[in-house]
Antibody
Framework: EVQLVESGGGLVQPGGSLRLSCAASGFTFSSYEMNWVRQAPGKGLEWVSYISSSGSTIYYADSVKGRFTISRDNAKNSLYLQMNSLRAEDTAVYYC???????????WGQGTLVTVSS | QSALTQPASVSGSPGQSITISCTGTSSDVGGYNYVSWYQQHPGKAPKLMIYEVSNRPSGVPDRFSGSKSGNTASLTISGLQAEDEADYYCSSYTSSSTLVVFGGGTKLTVL
């Protein structure tokens, strides 16, 4: 059974940093592209970032470019999102999602809440 | 404002059929057959219901179907059931720098 478990969320002040993690199990992590998708309270889904299976190709949404960094450790079956210079509008539940190609997200974690507030 | 346009809400009675539209441009929905649909119940993670316009993942009932015409994709749910009440989101690959765009979501109410 595919499992994705996010962690690392919490309350952070504007301008602060946070590192999210996503632990994957039940599939060959190194063979799959991965993404971060977020959802602000009461709002819709917003794609945040993509990383290829090897980590060689990375994309970011314009809203986070230059502030967030996606990475992965295939030896540890883990996906990461380093978030710097956080803003109030970054407040959201952050999901990691397995991508089988063509931006098809077959599996999602339960999400981790990030709250940016003073 | 979301890149893909969906109606904010739709409703139907049990047993009826409903259709949710998802309108984009030739740079996303109209240009590629990479449209997906996700179902999200309150407090839960999204669930993939349709991918590549009209394909259903294993385990998704055949009451759910997808189609596309021009720049508009559609999700149809036939034989509505109470458990279908949820938010539905479309997504599409896009040739812009953002890689993928989502619709704003549609709240389905089963009356």
């Amino acid at each position: 059974e595919v499992q994705l478990v996010e962690s690392g969320g919490g309350l952070v002040q504007p301008g602060g940093s946070l590192r999210l993690s996503c632990a994957a199990s039940g599939f060959t992590f190194s063979s799959y592209e991965m993404n971060w998708v977020r959802q602000a309270p009461g709002k819709g889904l917003e794609w945040v970032s993509y990383i290829s299976s090897s980590g060689s190709t990375i994309y970011y949404a314009d809203s986070v470019k230059g502030r967030f960094t996606i990475s992965r450790d295939n030896a540890k079956n883990s996906l990461y999102l380093q978030m710097n210079s956080l803003r109030a509008e970054d407040t959201a539940v952050y999901y990691c999602a397995r991508d089988i190609g063509q931006v098809v997200y077959t599996d999602w974690g339960q999400g981790t809440l990030v709250t940016v507030s003073s | 404002q979301s890149a893909l346009t969906q109606p904010a809400s739709v409703s139907g009675s049990p047993g009826q059929s409903i259709t949710i539209s998802c309108t984009g441009t030739s740079s996303d929905v109209g240009g590629y057959n990479y449209v997906s649909w996700y179902q999200q119940h309150p407090g839960k993670a999204p669930k993939l219901m349709i991918y590549e316009v009209s394909n259903r993942p294993s385990g998704v009932p055949d009451r759910f179907s997808g189609s596309k015409s021009g720049n508009t994709a559609s999700l149809t749910i036939s034989g509505l059931q109470a458990e279908d009440e949820a938010d539905y989101y479309c997504s599409s690959y896009t040739s812009s720098s953002t890689l993928v765009v989502f619709g704003g979501g549609t709240k389905l109410t089963v009356l």
